[in-house]
């Protein structure tokens, strides 16, 4: 794919490879590293998407934020996934992190797994 990606896109990505990839059974995996390249086109094309409307949608609150663009990439996976840390727990104004914490709360959980073919999916 030959679509740039922004800090915010690419903090995202590297939380959700870091956060843990699960084969396609559920478990774990805590062995190979993995990167943006084994992603493929489609699956990174929902990522950049979510991300692209997340920051349109809250562009004036990440703006005040205070957090870097991959941090506030990096907070998104992790709020929207219910991971029990997330803009909310970030030092910065605490009602403009409550309320995109807030703004999480319609996105639906998502997962990594790592198929057979050896690639990262988006499930």
């Known amino acids: 794919m030959d679509r740039y990606i922004d800090g915010f896109t690419k903090g995202y990505i590297e939380c959700a490879?870091?956060?843990?990839?699960?084969?396609?059974?559920?478990?774990?995996?805590?062995?190979?590293?993995?990167?943006?390249a084994n992603i493929p086109d489609e699956s990174l094309a929902c990522m950049i998407?979510?991300?692209e409307r997340f920051q349109r949608e809250n562009y004036e609150m990440l703006a005040q934020?205070?957090?870097?663009?991959?941090?506030?990439?990096?907070?998104?996976?992790?709020?929207?996934?219910?991971?029990?840390?997330g803009f909310w727990d970030r030092e910065g104004p605490e009602d403009v992190l409550n309320e995109l914490s807030v703004a999480c709360e319609e996105w639906k959980e998502v997962y990594l797994y790592v198929a057979d073919d050896g690639k990262v999916y988006l499930s």
């Open 49 to 51: 998407a979510a991300c």
């Open 17 to 36: 490879l870091f956060c843990g990839l699960h084969d396609g059974e559920g478990e774990e995996l805590n062995g190979p590293d993995f990167t943006i």
């Open 65 to 85: 934020s205070g957090l870097s663009d991959d941090y506030a990439g990096h907070n998104f996976w992790l709020t929207r996934n219910r991971h029990g840390t």
